[in-house]
C-alpha cells in the first residue's frame, strides 16, 4: 500500500490495484514468456488486449453501433489540428465555445485550417462559467461545434450535454465534437448525442501516449483538407483497426486494466456518485472558509480539478511543503495561474480526499 495520495492533473494517479496487476504481470504475461512491452502489436496476445480493451469500454460507455473507437498517439493537442482538418469538410467553418485555456488552444489550432467563430465565451467573467445554452449562437453552414467538457486549469465544468438542435436557427444535424480529456469515464455520458468525442489517456484511462477518439461513423466520409498527412487522416485508423502503424501498446494494456478495474467499482453510474460525494468534500470545506476559495461559479465547478487559493498567497509555498509531508503530492496549481489545484480523478480514493480536507482545515487553523 503507497502512503501517499496524488493529486496531479494528469499525467495522474493510476488505481494502484491496477498497477499492481502490471508489476505482476510485467516480466510474463498470462504464461506468453513475454512482457506486454515486448510483443508485437499483430500477434495474438496483444490482439486480444486490444480486443478486450475496446469491448470493455464500449460496454462501460455503452458506445452505440454506428461508433467507431480509435487509438491514436500525439496527445489531446493533436486532436486540436485532427479536428478541422477531418471535419471542416467544403464549408471550412467551426463554431468553437471558448471556456478557457484548453478551449482556446483549440480554437487557435483550427483558426489555422479555417475559419472559426465564437458560438459562446465565458470570458467576460474570467472563464468561471460554462456559458448557458441560451447564449450559444451558431453561425450558418458551420460544419461543427467544439466545446471542452471539463477545462482542467480552470475548473470548470459542464454538468449537462448541449442540445444543437434546441439552439433557434440551427441546423440539427452539426455535430458536436468534445474534447473530454479530463472527465472522460468520470460519469456516465449519452454517447449518441456526439458526432466526435476525444480523450488524451492519462488523467482517467491511463497512461500518457494514448489518445482515444470516438466517432460517428458517417463523419469518416468526410474529405480531409488537401494535404491532410496520412496520419492525420481518422479514416487510417479506421479502416485498419487503430493499427496502421504500432499503436502505443502498453498505454492500451494499462487501459484494459484500468477498464476492468473500472467495470469493478460499478461502472459509470457508480463512479459518478463517488466523484460527486468526493468533490463535495472540498467544496463545501472551501465555500465554510474566509481563508481558501474557489473563484469558480457553483453551477459549473468540477469534480474532476478544484483549483484554489489562499487568502494569503505568501503562504502557498508553506501549504505545498507541508501537504508533501503529509503525503499529499502535486497540489500546486498550474503555472498560469497560482494557487493550488487538487485534482481528483475516479482513481483517487475517498481516503485520499478525506487526507486533503483533514489537512487543509489543520493548515487553515494553524495560519488563519
Ligand atoms: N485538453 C484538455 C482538456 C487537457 O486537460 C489537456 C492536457 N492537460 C489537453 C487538451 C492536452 O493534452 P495533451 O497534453 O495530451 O496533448
Keep these: 500500500m503507497r502512503k501517499t495520495y496524488n493529486f496531479s492533473a494528469g499525467p495522474a494517479v493510476l488505481p494502484e490495484e491496477v498497477l499492481e496487476q502490471a508489476r505482476e504481470e510485467m516480466l510474463d504475461w498470462h504464461g506468453s514468456g513475454m512482457s506486454v512491452m515486448e510483443m508485437s502489436h499483430r500477434g495474438k496476445e496483444f490482439m486480444s488486449i486490444m480486443d478486450k480493451t475496446e469491448s470493455?469500454?464500449?460496454?462501460?460507455?455503452?458506445?452505440?453501433?454506428?461508433?467507431?473507437?480509435?487509438?491514436l498517439q500525439g496527445g489531446a493537442l493533436s486532436q486540436f489540428a485532427m479536428v478541422p482538418m477531418n471535419l471542416l469538410g467544403e464549408s471550412g467553418k467551426a463554431d468553437y465555445v471558448q471556456t478557457g485555456q484548453w478551449s482556446e488552444k483549440a480554437i487557435n489550432e483550427a483558426a489555422r485550417y479555417g475559419s472559426v467563430h465564437i458560438a459562446a465565451s465565458s470570458e467576460s467573467d474570467g472563464f468561471n462559467s460554462a456559458p448557458p445554452l441560451a447564449q450559444w449562437k451558431i453561425s450558418p453552414g458551420t460544419a461543427y461545434v467544439h466545446y471542452t467538457t471539463n477545462e482542467t486549469i480552470g475548473g470548470v465544468e459542464f454538468q449537462w450535454i448541449p442540445d444543437l438542435s434546441a439552439i433557434a436557427g440551427s441546423d440539427k444535424?452539426?455535430?458536436?465534437?468534445?474534447?473530454?480529456?479530463?472527465n472522460f469515464l468520470s460519469r456516465p455520458f449519452d454517447v449518441s448525442k456526439f458526432g466526435l468525442i476525444y480523450a488524451g489517456a492519462q488523467k482517467n484511462v491511463g497512461p500518457a501516449g494514448l489518445v482515444l477518439v470516438i466517432i460517428r461513423e458517417d463523419l469518416l466520409d468526410v474529405a480531409p483538407l488537401s494535404g491532410t498527412p496520412?496520419?492525420?487522416?481518422?479514416k487510417t485508423y479506421a479502416d485498419n483497426a487503430s493499427m496502421y502503424n504500432t499503436p502505443p501498446t502498453y498505454a492500451i494494456y494499462i487501459m484494459g486494466l484500468v477498464m476492468e478495474w473500472l467495470k469493478k467499482q460499478g461502472g459509470l453510474a457508480a463512479i459518478e456518485q463517488r466523484n460527486i460525494a468526493k468533490a463535495r468534500l472540498i467544496y463545501d470545506l472551501i465555500d465554510a472558509s474566509s481563508f481558501y476559495h474557489c473563484p469558480v461559479n457553483r453551477a459549473d465547478r468540477s469534480r474532476m480539478n478544484i483549483p484554489f487559493t489562499l487568502s494569503d498567497s505568501s503562504l502557498d509555498e508553506v501549504f505545498l511543503k507541508q501537504a508533501q509531508t503529509h503525503g499529499l503530492l502535486q497540489l500546486k496549481g498550474h503555472r498560469s495561474v497560482g494557487g493550488m489545484r487538487a485534482?481528483?480523478?475516479?482513481?483517487?480514493?475517498?481516503?485520499?480526499?478525506q487526507a486533503l480536507a483533514a489537512f487543509m482545515q489543520e493548515f487553515e487553523r494553524n495560519h488563519a
Design 56 to 71: 470493455t469500454l464500449r460496454e462501460l460507455a455503452d458506445i452505440p453501433a454506428g461508433y467507431k473507437i480509435l487509438f
Design 173 to 182: 444535424t452539426i455535430p458536436l465534437v468534445a474534447d473530454m480529456s479530463s
Design 230 to 234: 496520412t496520419m492525420y487522416r481518422y
Design 343 to 353: 485534482s481528483i480523478y475516479n482513481a483517487m480514493p475517498l481516503e485520499g480526499v
